[in-house]
């Protein structure tokens, strides 16, 4: 008896994070494979870039930005590996003290909201 075993190795992908201090490498790479998993691995580079600024700002660290990179290669056993490297410059941490409310008489002012839309006409810092 014969047994043959054909082992198809998938392409290997990492990521780097260089620049980030309120994030960990962990962190950041969680919620890009999380994102990845719900846009059913159809993201690109540029997408997850902005994304990775998008959890800055849903933070309170504005003005984030987020440049890339990548590179191939090969490891040992000779499989296709792709790294990207990000390249975060955090943004400033804005901390708002008001917001005052024009024309929304039916919105609650309630100061936990994190977003009221296009209501909000002005913010005091």
Partial sequence: VTVRINIDLKDRT?????GNTIFSHQE???????KIKN?????????LANFISDQYDDAGFYQTSVTYYHN?????????????????????KIKIKKIIYKHAPSIKKDP???????????FKF
């Avoid at 950041?28 to 999380?34: H, M, V, Y």
């Fill in 28 to 34: 950041l790479r969680n919620k890009i494979l999380e």
């Fill in 112 to 122: 936990n909201l994190d977003c009221v839309g296009d209501v909000v006409t002005r």
């Fill in 72 to 92: 191939q290669g090969t490891d040992l056993d000779k499989s296709l590996v792709t790294n990207y490297f990000f390249v975060i410059e955090e943004g400033i």
């Fill in 14 to 18: 990492n990521f780097e994070f260089r």
């Fill in 39 to 47: 846009e059913f691995g159809k993201v690109d580079v540029q997408n």
